[in-house]
């Protein structure tokens, strides 16, 4: 009896649990779930300048931000994102205190997502020809006996903080390197040929072939490394 009631007891803590999931467990349940509350709590410049489609933006920074979250219909799942985890957190034990029992957490927050190239509302999408297919590119890949490609895209905030490095770094190796920025908005072949599929993405390319890949954000000491 006393085994009984003690995993009717664990179940109903985890059941009342928030879930931290991954970028693609996350747009599964939000597609599964008709009546989602889908919550922003970044600031508004934050959220202007991209967020989930269909997301309402509650700042955690506001004073009366429980009181907002309050408002919410406590019979509806919660689905909660930051930028990279740390408020949505807060705000997710907030909304236990307030009773909520169904809430996903989406776990890298808004930067995952994007990074994983997830669909955005809110950010401008370049419509500019490719400039590089695969064949072109392909074509220099064979002809270099160094080559790094910096896989990016113009709304990708890790991607713009490792822009200046990447143009210092082409400085510096020019005449021994070929740095090649390629844009992930018109490129999509190339993606598709080089199982690209989260940002930035680091491609390195010696003789020819591919010998390293690296996955978000890199600083410039660490690119450089890869280089040597």
């Excluded at 009896?1 to 009342?16: E, H, Y």
């Excluded at 930067?111 to 020809?129: C, D, E, I, N, Q």
């Excluded at 903080?161 to 018109?186: R, W, Y």
């Amino acid at each position: 009896m006393k085994f009984i009631l003690l995993s009717l007891l664990l179940g109903a803590a985890v059941s009342g649990q928030a879930q931290t999931v991954s970028a693609d467990t996350f747009a599964t349940q939000l597609k599964q779930s008709a009546q989602a509350q889908l919550i922003d709590v970044r600031t508004p410049a934050e959220f202007a300048d991209g967020h989930l489609p269909n997301a309402v933006n509650i700042n955690s920074q506001r004073p009366d931000f429980s009181q907002a979250l309050g408002q919410l219909d406590k019979s509806k799942p919660v689905f909660v994102y930051c930028m990279s985890g740390g408020r949505s957190k807060g705000a997710v034990e907030t909304l236990r205190e307030l009773g909520y029992t169904d809430v996903h957490e989406l776990r890298g927050g808004y930067l995952k997502w994007a990074s994983k190239m997830m669909p955005v509302a809110g950010v401008t999408h370049s419509t500019a020809k490719p400039e590089w297919p695969v064949a072109r590119f392909d074509s220099l890949r064979q002809k270099q006996s160094l080559l790094m490609v910096d896989v990016y895209a113009p709304w990708c905030g890790p991607c713009k903080k490792m822009a200046p490095a990447i143009v210092k770094l082409q400085q510096e190796f020019a005449g021994s390197a070929t740095i090649l920025k390629v844009n992930a908005d018109t490129e999509k072949p190339f993606l598709a040929a080089y199982q690209v599929d989260e940002l930035p993405t680091i491609l390195v390319f010696r003789n020819g072939k591919l010998v390293d890949r690296q996955i978000g954000y890199r600083d410039e000491a660490a690119m450089r490394a890869l280089l040597k």
